[in-house]
């Protein structure tokens, strides 16, 4: 332990411990722009400078650990004075266009200028380095960029996959993809974690609200939405209600308000999605061991478009790993335009489907050619959570105050197996509460149907159970292991796909969620997303579990039903047309890979020249 | 610059594609087996080439196993790297203090207008490069123009037309 005083305060802290951490455990607030609790720590804005006794400068608090004896100021006329003088030069070069600026009232920049009492702007500095990118899921405008470089912390450690980063120097700088390459030249997961921890307005998912206002307004249409399960565990953050408020009845009231003609959730198909990918599951496993046909396993989860287009660029050779189950809502997206447009005699054409999703990956999922069925997209548009939030408010709606309704029939009544889709190890357990009793006829044997090993925040767990007296049908597993494994956050993922690439791993099947703890951390997720918001949101979408008695994918009645009247067997010729799809080997540089990987040497020739 | 932690090697021109490409993956073999040997790496890379390409940096990024933001990232911090062709003769304005008051300024604007290129370009037709530098230590000499090695002093723009001519 080390003993200092702040502010003349005698207080104690862990060795190693920031003065910063030091301040707020006692109840000293330092105010910070750039500093990300457990994430980022560069030191880079300086706002949170401090006095330190025998130090020659003020010291950045974020940076510098505390030591014994050591005596800290936090609120000296210098002090303010210096903080004073950094947010307006912060501001010299930033746009003075908050009025019209998506993050105006939800600004880390704006909060903090109220914070520190700035209440000038003194400095003109020449304007920024602008570049203005927009992608399918996610947009930069460097000219709001302050260069805080938490997202270049995120990219690079946090996921590992190293898009963005400084490029330039001095007046220059400019966060971004090499050479002035556009995110969607390179290989951008779409992940979207850089746009939820960007504190101003510089990184945002690319808009798709006024699309949908159009195709609300256009009486030709009729428009069905659907959401995710995470939503329903983070929306009210957005209206003020604590994290992990569960607004699933408000939810489904608001989308009719706005006027949705048809209120339907992703949890319907996610249970879809664990009887297809449980049959594709037993079927490969069932290939491996009777012999004959070829099977690739482990099989790995493809719900996550993030994951996804990651594994597509970073590991080409892999993709064969990959169930070919197209994800939840691009799978309810399909059966809408097919079965129900039948079902209410509506042509396909006419049809309008929007996904409300956590994900910015989702986004540009729509627009791959082969999530589309008779010409049509199987899916229109994709709303982060934070677009929901500004539609419901812009519709005028007292969300709050909203009485709760149900989704509609009949693509809206789901298990519980379905609601933690939502949250790492989700999509796992529930195949397992499926599979295993399909495989046994008897209900997984763990306590409350959760399989512990593969709950919660840690970055990689496994779990593993033997197949013992399995029905007739299924002789073949008797006595076999299964051994699974779950993970999230690209980084992790990449551990995964290391050992599959060397032919070392233990699995028959993974679970991957691309963004860290699952989609209920998404990168179209409210902000912020902190370890404790996370944790709050996890265990929201376990009750919502929980509070179902319907438990199981299989036995949800609507989805027995839709295979009964339309879809056939799963995995069947139908279900094979409609939910299910293939991956492009893209290569690192995007190269395209088609047979033989290439070396992607003379890939960036047109981008020539873009510096100095 | 860095020329002294620099491989002795050929001057750029003359070796062919594949002769290039064998002594840039002969680098990367003896340095680029951690990150920290990136700089070395860019720097042979440059001797080699002359300057970085996108071909380039791809290759170094790959076969380091860097992110290419990365690579591209030091590449363009640092105004001894560059991604665009160079001339055969490199002309540098110095704009230390003492050369920018005695005209340093008015040289480079003189020598873009006569070049017909912008700072860091070179001309059509390969023959110079024009650069800026930040004091080369040679004040008293201001305001000093640098050609390749050689160090000119007390430059106006008509002496500066001069030196051009003699290469």
Request: glycine letters at 8%.
């Amino acid at each position: 332990m080390v003993n200092l005083t702040i502010n003349g305060k005698e207080v104690t802290a862990e060795a190693g411990a920031t003065i910063l951490e030091t301040a707020k455990a006692n109840d000293i607030l330092i105010p910070t722009l750039c500093y990300l609790e457990g994430v980022h720590q560069a030191g880079a804005c300086r706002v949170c400078v401090v006095e330190v006794e025998g130090a020659r400068n003020l010291q950045a608090s974020c940076m510098v650990p505390v030591r014994d004896g050591m005596v800290v100021q936090t609120n000296t006329k210098t002090v303010r004075k210096a903080r004073q003088m950094l947010y307006e030069l912060i501001l010299s070069d930033h746009p003075a266009d908050c009025l019209a600026c998506l993050r105006n009232q939800n600004c880390e920049l704006q909060r903090l200028g109220q914070r520190l009492g700035v209440s000038q702007s003194r400095f003109e500095g020449p304007a920024k380095h602008s570049i203005l990118d927009i992608s399918p899921s996610i947009y930069r405008d460097t000219s709001k960029c302050v260069l805080c470089r938490r997202c270049v912390t995120v990219c690079n450690q946090v996921q590992q996959v190293g898009i963005l980063n400084a490029q330039n120097r001095g007046y220059q700088t400019v966060i971004g993809p090499a050479m002035n390459l556009s995110l969607s030249q390179v290989d951008c997961s779409y992940c979207g974690q850089c746009t939820t921890v960007c504190p101003v307005g510089a990184l945002g998912e690319t808009d798709a609200v006024s699309t949908v206002w159009r195709a609300l307004d256009d009486p030709s249409k009729r428009t069905v939405v659907q959401v995710a399960p995470a939503i329903r565990a983070a929306l009210g953050e957005e209206f003020g209600l604590p994290p992990g408020t569960l607004v699933t009845g408000k939810l489904a009231s608001a989308l009719r308000q706005i006027g949705f003609d048809d209120v339907f959730d992703t949890n319907f198909a996610a249970d879809l999605t664990i009887m297809e990918e449980g049959t594709e599951f037993l079927g490969r496993v069932k290939a491996a061991l009777t012999g004959g046909e070829q099977a690739v396993l482990p099989m790995i989860t493809s719900c996550s478009p993030g994951w996804v287009k990651h594994i597509e660029h970073a590991f080409p050779s892999q993709i064969g790993h990959l169930s070919t189950c197209k994800s939840p809502h691009t799978m309810l997206g399909a059966v809408a335009k097919s079965f129900y447009a039948e079902r209410i005699e509506a042509d396909p054409k006419d049809m309008f489907v929007v996904s409300v999703m956590p994900c910015t990956a989702k986004k540009f999922e729509i627009s791959r050619p082969e999530m589309a069925n008779g010409g049509l997209p199987n899916v229109d548009a994709v709303l982060t959570t934070r677009e929901l939030a500004r539609m419901i408010k812009e519709a005028g709606i007292d969300f709050v105050g909203l009485e709760d309704s149900d989704f509609d029939a009949p693509l809206g009544l789901s298990s519980g197996a379905a609601d933690i889709f939502g949250v790492t190890g989700g999509v796992m357990e529930a195949a397992l509460r499926t599979v295993y009793e399909i495989v046994t006829g008897r209900e997984l044997p763990f306590d409350q149907l959760h399989v512990k090993p593969i709950m919660g925040l840690e970055p990689i767990k496994e779990a593993a159970f033997t197949i013992e007296d399995p029905l007739d049908e299924y002789a073949f597993l008797d006595g076999i292991e299964v051994k699974v494994a779950v993970t999230s956050g690209l980084a992790n993922a990449d551990i995964l796909m290391e050992q599959i690439a060397k032919g070392e791993s233990p699995y028959l099947f993974i679970e991957v969620m691309g963004c860290p703890g699952g989609c209920i951390s998404g990168g179209g997720q409210p902000r912020p997303t902190t370890p404790a918001i996370r944790e709050k949101r996890l265990q929201a979408i376990y009750r919502a579990d929980e509070a179902k008695t319907l438990r199981k994918s299989h036995e949800n009645p609507y989805i027995q039903r839709l295979y009964d009247d339309y879809l056939g067997q799963p995995c069947g010729h139908l279900a094979h047309d409609l939910l299910h799809t293939h991956y492009t080997a893209r290569g690192r540089f995007n190269e395209l890979i088609a047979d033989e990987p290439d070396p992607g040497c003379e890939l960036f020739e047109p981008a020539l020249g873009a510096q100095h | 610059m860095h020329q002294e932690v620099a491989e002795p090697v050929a001057p750029p021109t003359g070796d062919s594609d594949e002769t290039k490409l064998a002594r840039l993956s002969a680098a990367i073999d003896q340095y680029g087996s951690a990150k920290s040997g990136l700089i070395q790496v860019l720097h042979l890379a440059q001797t080699i080439y002359g300057y970085l390409p996108p071909h380039v940096i791809t290759l170094i990024a790959a076969r380091m196993n860097l992110p290419l933001s990365e690579v591209a990232g030091v590449v363009t911090f640092y105004s001894f790297f560059s991604t665009v062709p160079r001339g055969k003769h490199m002309i540098r304005v110095c704009l230390g203090t003492a050369c920018y008051i005695r005209g340093g300024k008015q040289l480079v604007d003189h020598l873009k207008e006569t070049l017909g290129v912008p700072v860091g370009g070179v001309t059509e037709d390969l023959k110079f490069s024009c650069d800026v530098a930040r004091c080369i230590g040679a004040c008293g000499l201001a305001p000093a123009v640098m050609v390749d090695d050689v160090v000119h002093k007390q430059v106006t723009p008509a002496k500066l037309d001069a030196i051009r001519a003699a290469y």
